[in-house]
């Protein structure tokens, strides 16, 4: 059974920094493209970064430069270092695993996602 | 606002048939790309729903069917059941934005 499992979140101040982890589990974690999605609260979904089996790396245009995805497949996780926060990076945080392959690539399992608010 | 467009609510009685619909443009659907569709049920996380414009995941019913013209797309929903109820995402590519892109999210209400 495909099992994603989101951790790091918390209560950070504007201008900070927080990491992000996924632990997968049950399938091929270094086979597959990863990637994090984020819903504000009462809002809608939002793509914000994208990494490859490889080492291909696409962000949102609203995190590029202040955020950095990674994985270590030797522990089968994915992590998302978030850096100079702002109070519109509050949301909820998924990990969602890429099924199909580049453009039309879509996610196909989710993690039960963890909280991040930026407030001071 | 979203770069695909999706109605903010649609309803229906238990057993009918609802739609909701996705437009996007020639960067996007237009373009070629897949429309996947995403149920989010209250206080849970998203589950694909339909992939490659029509088809559905291992243990999703035939009830839920996808389809794709031009630069739109379109989720049915036959035989509604309270179950249903829930927020429907679409999503497909993006070539102008090099992004993964999502509609807004449709609220299905069973009346």
């Known amino acids: 059974e495909v099992q994603l499992v989101e951790s790091g979140g918390g209560l950070v101040q504007p201008g900070g920094s927080l990491r992000l982890s996924c632990a997968a589990s049950?399938?091929?974690?270094?086979?597959?493209?990863m990637n994090w999605v984020r819903q504000a609260p009462g809002k809608g979904l939002e793509w914000v970064s994208y990494?490859?089996?490889?080492?291909?790396?696409y962000y949102a245009d609203s995190v590029k430069g202040r955020f950095t995805i990674s994985r270590d497949n030797a522990k089968n996780s994915l992590y998302l270092q978030m850096n100079s926060l702002r109070a519109e990076d509050t949301a909820v945080y998924y990990c969602?695993?890429?099924?199909?392959?580049?453009?039309?690539?879509?996610?196909?399992?989710w993690g039960q996602g963890t909280l991040v608010t930026v407030s001071s | 606002q979203s770069v695909l467009t999706q109605p903010p609510s649609v309803s229906g009685a238990p057993g009918q048939r609802v739609t909701i619909s996705c437009t996007g443009s020639?960067?996007?659907?237009?373009?070629?790309?897949?429309v996947h569709w995403y149920q989010q049920l209250p206080g849970a996380a998203p589950k694909l729903l339909i992939y490659?414009?029509?088809n559905r995941p291992s243990g999703v019913p035939d009830r839920f069917s996808g389809s794709k013209s031009g630069t739109s797309a379109s989720l049915a929903i036959t035989g509604l059941q309270a179950e249903d109820e829930a927020d429907y995402y679409c999503?497909?590519?993006?070539?102008?934005?090099?992004?993964?892109?999502f509609g807004g999210g449709t609220k299905l209400t069973v009346l």
């Open positions: 969602a695993r890429g099924g199909g392959y580049g453009g039309n690539s879509r996610f196909d399992y």
């Open positions: 049950g399938f091929s974690f270094s086979n597959y493209e």
């Open positions: 990494l490859s089996s490889g080492s291909t790396i």
């Open positions: 020639s960067s996007n659907i237009g373009a070629g790309y897949d």
């Open positions: 490659g414009n029509s």
């Open positions: 999503q497909s590519y993006d070539s102008s934005l090099s992004g993964w892109v």
